[in-house]
């Protein structure tokens, strides 16, 4: 079983949709949580961190579920700039971070 | 201030041989952490450097070793590349003594074995 699981897509959503993405991890132990974004052929780059008590950040919102252990991203009013792939990753020991193998959005005008 | 980068760029190396792939962290992070990112996948965990050790490794084998140097750069070394191997290489890099455990990355290096 893979630590992060996250459903690969691709969402095709119109601009101004709201579209959410969840992912699970399998280790209860887990400490750290972050959703990361990646463009075609670019390196991740940190989207935000993820806490107990759910975070926002202009039209994205974040949400852990330790219970279920999953770990939600909520993203408003889309862009078209948006259309990336969208990487869950999970940190264990605060040093050892796991991946998903991302879920690819695309926002059409 | 700056980010991570990382060298060469690309790299294609021939079955059997060695490579060497070099990261600078972020100015100000003292912690360094390789991965490989094969095509249609995410990263996977190599290791994590710190304080010139490696502090963690995920599942690869002992051919994949690294380094840290005291400005806290680091190596990433490949023996006896295999087909398999060709990846995207990417280093992070965080603060150990930050509470967020953020990491950044670097452009990568896109390593081809033929």
């Known amino acids: 079983r893979k630590e992060v699981e996250q459903d690969p897509g691709p969402f095709n959503v119109p601009e101004g949709a709201t579209v959410a993405f969840n992912c699970t991890y399998s280790?209860?132990?887990?400490?750290?949580f972050f959703w990361y974004r990646q463009d075609c052929r670019k390196e991740p780059k940190l989207l935000m961190s993820?806490?107990?008590s759910g975070n926002e950040d202009g039209r994205f919102t974040a949400q852990l579920n330790r219970a279920s252990q999953y770990i939600s991203l909520l993203i408003r009013d889309s862009k078209l700039s948006d259309s990336a792939t969208y990487l869950c990753?999970?940190?264990?020991?605060?040093?050892?971070?796991?991946f998903g193998s991302g879920t690819k959005l695309n926002v059409k005008p | 201030d700056a980010g991570v980068t990382q060298s060469p760029t690309h790299l294609i190396k021939t079955r059997g041989q060695q490579v060497t792939l070099r990261c600078s962290p972020k100015?100000?992070?003292?912690?360094v952490s390789w991965y490989q990112q094969a095509l249609g996948q995410g990263p996977q965990f190599i290791f994590q450097?710190?304080?010139?050790?490696?502090?963690q490794r995920g599942n690869f084998p002992d051919r994949f070793s690294g380094h840290q140097f005291p400005n806290y750069s680091s190596e990433l070394n490949v023996n006896a590349l295999l087909l398999g191997d060709s990846a995207l290489y990417l280093c992070?890099?965080?603060?150990?003594?930050?509470?967020?455990?953020?990491?950044?990355f670097g452009p990568g290096t896109r390593l081809t074995v033929t």
């Open positions: 992070a890099s965080s603060l150990s003594s930050g509470s967020s455990y953020e990491q950044y």
């Open positions: 450097y710190y304080e010139e050790e490696e502090r």
């Open positions: 990753v999970v940190g264990y020991n605060f040093n050892k971070f796991y």
């Open positions: 280790n209860s132990a887990s400490q750290s």
């Open positions: 100015s100000g992070h003292d912690t």
């Open positions: 993820v806490y107990s």
